[in-house]
């Protein structure tokens, strides 16, 4: 097999419609036959993808966070129990993620 038949990493996922990490990731699995390492970046023979179909899971997104009343020690509580963090709520109601993680973890809400 010659190096001209080889394509990177990047245009890989390019003609598969996935990510870089996914080909790295199948690379390192050996899933793609050929693929090689050279100085640390992954190539892979361009006839070795067809028929591949990288099996992934899809990210699951979160809606963007509405505020949701005051933003009490109750209502952080319940936003981060829906599992968003304390990045996006403090963000949502304007102030800082210290903020919102220390009204989350006050122990005077009932």
Known sequence: M????????????????????????LCTNGKLKGAVKKSGHWFVPEESL??????????RVKPPLE???SPDANTVRQLH?????????????GVTRQW????????DAA
């Open 2 to 25: 010659s190096t001209d038949l080889l394509i990177g990493v990047v245009r890989a996922s390019e003609k598969l419609g996935c990510s870089d990490a996914v080909i790295r990731k």
């Open 50 to 59: 067809v028929g591949v179909k990288p099996s992934y899971r899809p990210r």
């Open 67 to 69: 505020p949701r009343g």
């Open 81 to 93: 129990d829906e599992g968003y963090s304390y990045a996006q709520i403090g963000a949502a109601y």
């Open 100 to 107: 919102a993680w220390a009204m989350g973890r006050r122990d």
